[in-house]
């Protein structure tokens, strides 16, 4: 199994940036990859960005693309996404998760989940 931790969410003023963190523990050699959702109420998960946990290749959802970066430091099994410029539509619980198959933008391919950790942005 695969443990997840996020932390770093928080409330911020639009255009102001947040690092979040995601630290992965237990059986970490079977990772693909690490993506992070986000999902705010009355709407599904929705992919935000991923990083291929051998590789390095990222991939970013359009919104994001040019704010967010994410990246991952082996020696410490953590996955970050740094959010700059944010927006109050950027305001979410985002969650990480890891998959064992393949890099997809789809939830229920992921099988391990953190517990998620809110970011408020306000305007």
């Known amino acids: 199994q695969v443990q997840l931790v996020e932390a770093g969410g928080g409330l911020v003023q639009a255009g102001g940036s947040l690092r979040l963190s995601c630290a992965a523990s237990g059986r970490t050699i079977s990772i693909h990859a690490v993506c992070w959702f986000r999902q705010v109420p009355g709407k599904e998960r929705e992919f935000v960005a991923a990083?291929?946990?051998?590789?390095?290749?990222?991939y970013y959802t359009d919104s994001v693309k040019g704010r967010f970066t994410i990246s991952k430091d082996n020696a410490k099994n953590t996955v970050y996404l740094q959010m700059n410029s944010l927006k109050p539509e950027d305001t979410a619980v985002y969650f990480c998760?890891?998959?064992?198959?393949?890099?997809?933008?789809?939830?229920?391919?992921?099988?391990?989940w953190g517990q998620g950790t809110q970011v408020t942005v306000s305007s």
């Open positions: 998760a890891s998959t064992e198959i393949a890099t997809t933008t789809i939830p229920h391919t992921y099988r391990y």
């Open positions: 990083i291929g946990w051998s590789g390095g290749r990222t």
